[in-house]
């Protein structure tokens, strides 16, 4: 199985290159830079092999796509027809997920959501959470059967430093860094340990919550950019998976060629 998994999100698209079912590399673009994600496409589907039975050169792969900005997913469709002359599938529609949901509007969710918790779970195969620190935060849950439970939202630290800043008069945009000390000694130092420690708190409750929920304590799995920040600080996480979503991205690709055979 040889694709590129792109997973575009609010701030930024991950690109994945999978080679013999083999993850070779992800790369991070500005979702606003269109020409630097071209020029990565073009460069990653140049890495694919050429099919042995084509003789129009045509490569042996697939470009998989789930989105949760559909402006975005428009200039990659075009990128990838007008630079690599290919078409994209798209996650739910072409491709299924890979994990039963039980929430009440499906169609709702973000597939972000739904590919970051298949693929944890297709790891530890039983109950686990998966807390991505994005633009928003998401904490959701895959119950020991395999099916995707639902979870909450909150804002991200970036969107957190600019509410603070936007509605009040005098506190600044601070980047949230972790604090040398829990209580900080001035405002910005106190802006960080407030919304680092809220973000941890916050986190452990709501596992504490779901495992008290289910009746186990599921297994937790840290991912997104901003889940780098927070995870030594997490003793309660047992791993931090960077790329989370492009990995469910290939995991759905891979059942949907298992139930055509």
Do not use: H
């Not at 809220?198 to 186990?216: C, D, F, H, N």
């Amino acid at each position: 199985m040889n694709l590129i998994a792109i997973d575009i999100g609010n701030s930024n698209i991950n690109v994945g290159l999978f080679l013999k079912d083999k993850q070779e590399s992800v790369e991070c673009v500005p979702g606003s830079n269109a020409n630097k994600l071209a020029g990565l496409l073009k460069t990653l589907w140049e890495k694919v092999p050429v099919a042995r039975r084509s003789k129009e050169g045509k490569r042996d792969g697939r470009i998989i796509v789930s989105s949760v900005r559909p402006a975005w997913t428009e200039v990659v469709r075009k990128t990838v027809g007008d630079k690599l002359g290919e078409k994209i599938l798209l996650i739910p529609k072409d491709v299924p997920y890979p994990v039963d949901i039980s929430v009440k509007e499906p169609q709702k969710v973000g597939s972000d959501r739904i590919l970051s918790s298949a693929a944890a779970y297709a790891v530890v195969e039983k109950a686990v959470v998966v807390a991505d620190f994005g633009s928003a935060v998401t904490i959701d849950l895959v119950d020991d059967r395999g099916v995707f439970c639902g979870g909450v939202i909150f804002p991200g630290f970036d969107m957190s430093a600019e509410a603070l800043e936007e509605k009040t008069a005098q506190l600044p945009k601070v980047k949230i860094k972790k604090p040398k000390c829990p209580f900080g000694r001035n405002t910005t130092e106190a802006i960080q340990a407030g919304l680092y420690y809220s973000a941890i708190g916050t986190l452990e409750v709501v596992v504490r919550l779901y495992a008290e929920k289910i009746g186990t304590w599921p297994q937790t799995v840290l991912t997104g950019a901003g889940a780098e920040i927070i995870k030594d600080d997490c003793e309660f996480v047992d791993s931090y998976v960077p790329n989370l979503v492009v990995k469910g991205i290939a995991l759905a690709y891979r059942k949907f060629l298992e139930a055509k055979q």
